[in-house]
């Protein structure tokens, strides 16, 4: 059955791919291709593949939904080019239109705003009451607020009886967080929009041209990732006859460009941490010192660019790019820039290594539940199954294989067009990547699912040398780096899920801004590393943070109970 499944799904990608070869998908038919392609074959994937297909059925009578949304600038920009091709508004594009093809739902969008400013109208229509049938709560206290003010309906039997399986699995891949987040009272409130964690996992990056012409290994230690820096810095590979290079970019933010270093210090200053029988707020635990001391010896040896405390990552990525650095902690998207420079010199060439740590033991890293926000339907709905409908029409189109997933998901942001955005699982990246793995091993690209067919075809694109460092069969990519993180049990998740009290939402932006002003001038050495610490967390006392501390206990606790 598996096998036949498979070349019905196989007959549909190619019938498709010689459709839209005759078809210029700048033409409005092309628009009409995909939408009929979806509405005529979801409820026979569904079936097929869940045994569901009645959950996907068609209303027999029109049935109205009243939604509002949010679009980013880019959005905005699109969509005056695909209004041109294919006629789309924001009120009426491809979603809108095979949601209604493929179900009888009229979708009927009472107001869009530009982000960010959605969250201020929303909160409006929260005070006075006027919410639409359905939307998206993309902040955990104004979920909190509707729910306890009974504006909209628990959601926990509405996902038992109506969504798919697929979209089970995929709200839950957080093993629960999104859905323990929307929790009040004992019921959920909120349908979770997943979004990839492991997009805050931090990766370390080294030139590795550099590392073969030098003729080093990987560092498994801090003091060997500062013999590779110093080593770089000496070599004048920017060829001006000067060691005016830098070991390791920085910039202002400070945690996202050192978030690998702290956790390989043991330290992680943004994430609320498990310390025995509490909960502490990372940023004050004693480890949290040796990793700004040695950034502070960093500095004071001109490892770091000492304009760093005024630059975005924008701003010190120019280091980067004229080769004047190269070693990085980043993200795996990093490898988009790689190209860029690749498309200058083909000899340039980097490469993703395991952290390095104090002792060369493995590094453990924290993650937070990443999120779009969460769907919730207001109580007076008659038809609260539409949310998992649509949900499932989305899932569809851009994870099935069946129509061109690309156009419904990936191009320039066409994923945002969903009415409620989109949803992947909270491991999407690492899955995606075992799917290609697949195909590397097969050469068979039916086996190909959602954004790894996308990911697949950028294997052979003007980009191809990032989309193989990142999603690469390679052994020097991230999503190696990653995949043994997750096989080792090295990835652990903030312990704290709670909504903020008062208490917390009028002092904690304050305390985390006092965190990054204490740090920043400890690593530059305007203070020294040991008084400065001292008086952060004594600041952090003063200004809330024992209380804080004591709430997120408190919520911990009584979270804990519940679950036993």
Same mark, same amino acid.
């Given at each position: 059955?598996?096998?036949?499944?498979?070349?019905?799904?196989?007959?549909?990608? %190619?019938?498709?791919?010689?459709?839209?070869?005759?078809?210029?998908? *700048?033409?409005?038919?092309?628009?009409?291709?995909?939408?009929?392609?979806?509405?005529?074959?979801?409820?026979?994937?569904?079936?097929?593949?869940?045994?569901?297909?009645?959950?996907?059925?068609?209303?027999?009578?029109?049935?109205?939904?009243?939604?509002?949304?949010?679009?980013?600038?880019?959005?905005?920009?699109?969509?005056?080019?695909?209004?041109?091709?294919?006629?789309?508004?924001?009120?009426?594009?491809?979603?809108?239109?095979?949601?209604?093809?493929?179900?009888?739902?009229?979708?009927?969008?009472?107001?869009?705003?530009?982000?960010?400013?959605?969250?201020?109208?929303?909160?409006?229509?929260?005070?006075? =009451?006027?919410?639409?049938?359905?939307?998206?709560?993309?902040?955990?206290?104004?979920?909190?607020?509707?729910?306890?003010?009974?504006?909209? %309906?628990?959601?926990?039997?509405?996902?038992?009886?109506?969504?798919?399986?697929?979209?089970?699995?995929?709200?839950?891949?957080?093993?629960?967080?999104?859905?323990? %987040?929307?929790?009040?009272?004992?019921?959920?409130?909120?349908?979770?929009?997943?979004?990839?964690?492991?997009?805050?996992?931090?990766?370390?990056?080294?030139?590795?041209?550099?590392?073969?012409?030098?003729?080093?290994?990987?560092?498994?230690?801090?003091?060997?990732?500062?013999?590779?820096?110093?080593?770089?810095?000496?070599?004048?590979?920017?060829?001006?006859?000067?060691?005016?290079?830098?070991?390791?970019?920085?910039?202002?933010?400070?945690?996202?460009?050192?978030?690998?270093?702290?956790?390989?210090?043991?330290?992680?200053?943004?994430?609320?941490?498990?310390?025995?029988?509490?909960?502490?707020?990372?940023?004050?635990?004693?480890?949290?010192?040796?990793?700004?001391?040695?950034?502070?010896?960093?500095?004071?040896? =001109?490892?770091?660019?000492?304009?760093?405390? @005024?630059?975005?990552?924008?701003?010190?990525?120019?280091?980067?790019?004229?080769?004047?650095?190269?070693?990085?902690?980043?993200?795996?998207?990093?490898?988009?820039?790689?190209? @860029?420079?690749?498309?200058?010199?083909?000899?340039?060439?980097?490469?993703?290594?395991?952290?390095?740590?104090?002792?060369?033991?493995?590094?453990?890293?924290?993650?937070?539940?990443?999120?779009?926000?969460?769907?919730?339907?207001?109580?007076?709905?008659? *038809?609260?199954?539409?949310?998992?409908?649509?949900?499932?029409?989305?899932?569809?189109? =851009?994870?099935?294989?069946?129509?061109?997933?690309?156009?419904?998901?990936?191009?320039?942001?066409?994923?945002?067009?969903?009415?409620?955005?989109?949803?992947?699982?909270?491991?999407?990246?690492?899955?995606?990547?075992?799917?290609?793995?697949?195909?590397?091993?097969?050469?068979?690209?039916?086996?190909?699912?959602?954004?790894?067919? @996308?990911?697949?075809?950028?294997?052979?694109?003007?980009?191809?040398?990032?989309?193989?460092?990142?999603?690469?069969?390679?052994?020097?990519?991230?999503?190696?780096?990653?995949?043994?993180?997750?096989?080792?049990?090295?990835?652990?998740?903030?312990?704290?899920?709670?909504?903020?009290?008062?208490?917390?939402?009028?002092?904690?932006?304050?305390?985390?801004?006092?965190?990054?002003?204490?740090? @920043?001038?400890?690593?530059? =050495?305007?203070?020294?590393?040991?008084?400065?610490?001292?008086?952060?967390?004594?600041?952090?006392?003063?200004?809330?943070?024992?209380?804080?501390?004591?709430?997120?206990?408190?919520?911990?606790?009584?979270?804990?109970?519940?679950?036993?």
């Amino acid at each position: 059955m598996k096998k036949l499944l498979a070349l019905v799904l196989t007959l549909c990608l %190619m019938l498709t791919a010689t459709s839209a070869l005759a078809i210029d998908q *700048h033409e409005p038919e092309y628009f009409e291709q995909q939408v009929q392609l979806l509405a005529d074959n979801l409820q026979k994937w569904y079936e097929e593949n869940y045994g569901e297909g009645a959950l996907v059925a068609p209303y027999d009578e029109p049935v109205d939904v009243h939604i509002v949304s949010y679009y980013t600038s880019t959005l905005e920009a699109n969509m005056a080019t695909w209004n041109e091709w294919w006629g789309e508004t924001l009120e009426h594009d491809r979603y809108v239109e095979a949601i209604r093809r493929a179900f009888n739902i009229n979708i009927i969008y009472d107001w869009q705003k530009v982000d960010p400013d959605y969250n201020t109208q929303l909160r409006l229509a929260i005070t006075a =009451g006027e919410i639409p049938d359905m939307f998206i709560v993309r902040d955990q206290n104004d979920l909190m607020q509707l729910a306890e003010s009974e504006l909209i %309906m628990p959601v926990d039997d509405i996902i038992e009886q109506y969504f798919t399986t697929r979209d089970k699995e995929i709200q839950s891949s957080d093993g629960g967080m999104l859905y323990e %987040m929307a929790t009040y009272d004992g019921q959920v409130y909120g349908i979770p929009c997943n979004v990839s964690d492991t997009d805050t996992f931090s990766y370390i990056w080294l030139r590795k041209d550099w590392m073969n012409q030098l003729g080093l290994e990987a560092p498994k230690t801090f003091e060997d990732l500062k013999a590779i820096m110093d080593a770089f810095k000496q070599a004048d590979f920017d060829g001006n006859g000067q060691a005016d290079g830098y070991g390791m970019l920085i910039d202002s933010t400070l945690y996202y460009s050192t978030r690998g270093l702290f956790a390989g210090f043991g330290a992680h200053p943004e994430f609320w941490v498990k310390d025995g029988d509490e909960i502490v707020w990372g940023g004050t635990q004693p480890c949290v010192k040796d990793a700004l001391r040695f950034l502070n010896g960093l500095y004071n040896e =001109g490892y770091l660019d000492p304009e760093f405390i @005024t630059q975005t990552n924008a701003d010190a990525k120019a280091i980067l790019l004229n080769n004047q650095c190269g070693v990085v902690y980043a993200g795996h998207w990093l490898a988009h820039d790689f190209q @860029t420079m690749y498309d200058k010199d083909n000899t340039v060439d980097w490469e993703c290594v395991e952290l390095p740590s104090v002792d060369g033991a493995p590094v453990q890293q924290y993650l937070t539940p990443v999120k779009r926000g969460w769907i919730v339907i207001n109580k007076d709905y008659e *038809h609260p199954e539409v949310a998992a409908k649509i949900r499932a029409l989305c899932t569809f189109a =851009g994870q099935s294989g069946v129509t061109d997933g690309t156009w419904w998901f990936s191009n320039d942001g066409a994923q945002d067009l969903e009415p409620f955005k989109a949803s992947v699982s909270s491991w999407d990246n690492y899955n995606t990547y075992l799917n290609l793995l697949e195909c590397f091993e097969s050469g068979d690209t039916s086996v190909l699912k959602g954004k790894a067919i @996308t990911y697949w075809g950028n294997m052979d694109s003007a980009s191809s040398y990032a989309w193989h460092l990142m999603f690469g069969d390679g052994p020097d990519t991230p999503m190696v780096v990653l995949g043994n993180a997750i096989n080792d049990g090295r990835i652990a998740y903030d312990a704290f899920l709670g909504a903020q009290s008062e208490f917390m939402q009028d002092r904690w932006s304050t305390i985390k801004d006092e965190q990054l002003t204490a740090f @920043t001038k400890m690593i530059i =050495g305007e203070v020294d590393i040991d008084e400065g610490f001292e008086s952060w967390l004594k600041s952090f006392e003063s200004m809330g943070g024992k209380q804080i501390t004591e709430e997120v206990n408190a919520w911990y606790a009584q979270a804990n109970a519940e679950e036993f």
